[in-house]
């Protein structure tokens, strides 16, 4: 059953690790890999990625992605969300402390930032508007 506007937005917001699509070219599949994202119900989505990796080159030259997010319990569930790039920026490390604190308990957040923002090197941001939803609720399993 496809779930409302209310729901998916919400089911986004959560913090579920995101599999983030994006092409790879002509005669190639997408690349696809988990990611972490920022979402808030009606607004934007954005991710985190270094600028020079395979992923953050795709997205720019793209111009778009998708993302797709799931659960297993109570009931199997997912929403996918498509749409272009519509800001790209240097990430700051506010940004990335905001979306550490997402995912790791508070204890983790600043080791987890120090470390991460000297080993991931020059990072940018790129930002989603949603623009194709897909959402279903399968049910209990």
Same mark, same amino acid.
């Given at each position: 059953?496809?779930?409302?506007?209310?729901?998916?937005?919400?089911?986004?917001?959560e913090?579920?690790?995101?599999?983030?699509?994006? #092409?790879?070219?002509?005669?190639?599949?997408?690349?696809?890999?988990?990611? $972490?994202?920022?979402?808030?119900?009606?607004?934007?989505? $954005?991710?985190?990625?270094?600028?020079d990796?395979?992923?953050?080159?795709?997205?720019?030259?793209?111009?778009?992605?998708?993302? &797709?997010? *799931?659960?297993?319990?109570? #009931?199997?569930?997912?929403?996918?969300?498509?749409?272009?790039?519509?800001?790209?920026?240097?990430? =700051?490390?506010?940004?990335? +402390?905001? &979306? =550490?604190? +997402?995912?790791?308990?508070? *204890?983790?957040?600043?080791?987890?930032?120090?470390?991460? $923002?000297?080993?991931?090197? *020059?990072?940018?941001?790129?930002?989603?508007?949603?623009? +194709?939803w897909?959402?279903? *609720?399968?049910?209990a399993?």
């Amino acid at each position: 059953m496809p779930l409302s506007i209310e729901e998916r937005e919400q089911f986004l917001a959560e913090p579920h690790i995101g599999a983030l699509a994006v #092409t790879a070219g002509e005669g190639r599949a997408p690349l696809t890999l988990p990611i $972490w994202y920022q979402y808030a119900p009606g607004g934007e989505l $954005w991710v985190m990625t270094a600028r020079d990796s395979k992923k953050g080159k795709l997205i720019a030259e793209a111009g778009r992605f998708s993302l &797709m997010v *799931d659960r297993l319990e109570p #009931t199997v569930r997912y929403v996918s969300v498509e749409g272009p790039v519509v800001r790209t920026e240097e990430a =700051t490390i506010e940004q990335l +402390r905001e &979306m =550490t604190a +997402r995912y790791l308990p508070a *204890d983790k957040v600043e080791p987890y930032v120090k470390g991460a $923002w000297k080993a991931h090197g *020059d990072e940018v941001v790129f930002t989603l508007r949603p623009e +194709r939803w897909y959402s279903s *609720d399968l049910g209990a399993v």
